[in-house]
């Protein structure tokens, strides 16, 4: 069932000047509830023009956005949902970080949705267990935390109003291996524990390979690409004329099939690479 | 080593308030024209260890040597600075001027250059880094790739004998880092100026001469990729990664095939598993 949908968005920036800019191009998608939907494009593909459209922070120039089946502009209420339903995680998120204890910014969101303290308290627990930040933190100034933890109070800031859909904006960038890994599997539990949708904006295609469920690719504003990973990256020249990279199992296995190992096309995964390595070996010869 | 460029004797060094050192007794030579990767989680001593490097930081113990002056000797340090050069991470915080050609003078321009002679060198980096067209235009309209290779132009521009990157991809897209990565590999080729490649992405040190890895202040590990990327046990102890090759080969060993691990690069990779299975 769909949780959140565009109907034939566009939005053209600086209309009617010398710089007017077709961000988005008639973009009709819909998110399903619970899934974890990855969107790749590479910068000025529109991505992040479309995506703030998402929660109502810009108006589309046409087209509508529908959340729970309702158009978000309709009326003042119908914003207001969206705001709380589908959070945002910007990039960069911890350069927002503005109160004096990470319990306080985390705490925002819940004290404008006007909830009661205890409820609040909860929720900002809850957020904290989520992307992994101690209750020893809580009353620790968010200037004195590491950039990783930065980003994780962030993200927690968003999560405490326990959206139904979940955007995160290159929730990994700058951060290192291990960090990067720990913050998608946090974000992957959040979205099987509580059901809501997560749409996980990455450059890094080995990590969407492993963790999206449906990918889709803009490109100049468009809706170029939608099915499951698997799908879209055995349309891995498409991808690469675009300037997109594709992950580097599906590199690798396009390099094998050049050497005369039969391989399917849609090997995306070092994981899944393995094993048909494993499996074309022990059947002893090309199957 | 013969005559290196850049000499660390037992360098520490710790932030006011700060729990453990960044720096703790780090010893080691570069060596002229080569290109040095350092790896190591958020927190490993990486980036102090760059700042080292041209005397934003200046050790608490120990020394740094730079074509042998000591960082630490105020009256060296323009020369120091002059010597080794430093492009950041986040391209907006280095931009200083509305021109593209503008901002790579202003380095030479301070340094007291002939205003000829500033002509030259601006028109020189930037075909260097493949930005010669754009240099009338705006930096803050460029991309970020565009803008981190401005960055690195202006750092050229002052003709300095070793450039030191941190982290100069963390912030860029995979288009903006495949530029900036071709743009430092080809400084290296064409110029033979030392290079110093701080970074935790590890598929950008494949074609480092030397790669160091750091971990709690200290060296963990000091060698040729080929030598340290095998290593991928201790890497992931250490919270990095190893590339997908090494870490694909090295699913494959475990599981008894023939394979070697320094088979880096996509090509070699699936060259030497093809072997295996075509033969």
């Given amino acids: ?287 | 080593m013969d005559n290196p460029i850049i000499q660390l004797e037992n360098v520490s060094y710790a932030y006011p308030d700060a729990e453990a050192p960044a720096l703790s007794g780090v010893s080691l030579e570069i060596a002229r024209r080569s290109f040095v990767a350092v790896l190591g989680h958020n927190g490993s001593g990486k980036s102090t260890l760059a700042k080292c490097l041209n005397a934003i930081v200046v050790p608490q113990s120990g020394r740094v040597l730079v074509n042998g002056l000591d960082t630490a000797d105020e009256d060296k340090l323009l020369d120091v600075r002059r010597t080794v050069g430093m492009v950041f991470q986040n391209p907006d915080n280095q931009i200083v001027a509305s021109v593209v050609e503008d901002d790579v003078a202003f380095a030479p321009e301070n340094l007291g250059v002939p205003p000829t002679e500033i002509r030259a060198r601006v028109d020189e980096a930037l075909r260097r880094v493949g930005m010669y067209g754009y240099r009338l235009h705006a930096p803050h309209l460029l991309s970020g790739g565009q803008k981190q290779r401005v960055a690195i132009a202006g750092v050229l521009a002052m003709q300095p004998q070793c450039i030191v990157l941190d982290e100069p991809t963390a912030m860029l897209d995979p288009v903006g880092r495949r530029e900036v990565l071709s743009a430092v590999r080809d400084l290296r080729r064409h110029s033979g100026m030392t290079v110093v490649l701080i970074t935790h992405h590890m598929e950008e040190c494949v074609y480092a001469d030397r790669l160091i890895v750091m971990e709690k202040g200290r060296v963990a590990m000091d060698g040729a990729p080929r030598e340290v990327f095998p290593r991928v046990e201790e890497l992931r102890a250490l919270g990095l990664t190893v590339p997908e090759t090494v870490n694909l080969l090295h699913q494959l060993r475990e599981a008894g095939w023939d394979l070697p691990l320094d088979a880096l690069t996509v090509e070699d990779c699936a060259s030497k598993i093809a072997e295996l299975i075509v033969s």
């Avoid at chain 1, 319990?103 to 904290?128: C, T």
């Fill in chain 1, 1 to 287: 069932m769909s949780i959140l949908e565009t109907q034939n968005l566009t939005h053209v920036y600086s209309r009617g000047t010398p710089f007017e800019k077709v961000a988005v191009d008639n973009v009709s998608l819909s998110v399903d509830e619970g899934e974890l939907l990855g969107i790749i494009g590479h910068t000025g593909s529109g991505k992040s023009t479309f995506i703030q459209h998402l929660n109502g922070l810009l108006k589309p120039t046409a087209g509508k956005v529908l959340f729970q089946g309702r158009d978000i502009h309709a009326s003042k209420d119908a914003l207001r949902a969206v705001r709380f339903g589908v959070g945002l995680v910007f990039q960069y998120p911890e350069y927002q970080l503005f109160e004096e204890t990470v319990f306080q910014d985390v705490s925002f969101g819940p004290k404008n949705m006007g909830l009661g303290e205890d409820e609040i308290r909860e929720r900002v627990y809850e957020a904290a267990a989520f992307v992994g930040v101690g209750r020893e933190l809580m009353e620790v100034s968010p200037l004195e935390l590491s950039g990783g933890q930065k980003r994780r109070v962030a993200i927690a800031g968003v999560i405490a109003m326990r959206p139904r859909v979940l955007i995160l904006d290159e929730p990994t960038a700058g951060l290192d291996p291990a960090g990067r890994e720990s913050i998608l599997e946090n974000i992957s539990q959040f979205q099987r524990e509580t059901g809501a949708a997560v749409v996980l904006i990455s450059h890094s295609m080995d990590d969407i390979a492993r963790f999206a469920q449906r990918l889709i690719v803009l490109h100049e504003g468009r809706l170029v690409m939608d099915g499951t990973p698997a799908q879209v990256f055995d349309r891995a020249n498409e991808l690469k004329d675009m300037g997109l990279t594709v992950p580097m199992a599906t590199e690798i296995a396009l390099a094998l099939r050049a050497r005369g190992v039969e391989l399917p096309e849609s090997v995306y995964t070092t994981k899944y690479l393995r094993k048909l390595l494993t499996a074309l070996r022990e059947g002893g010869g090309p199957c």
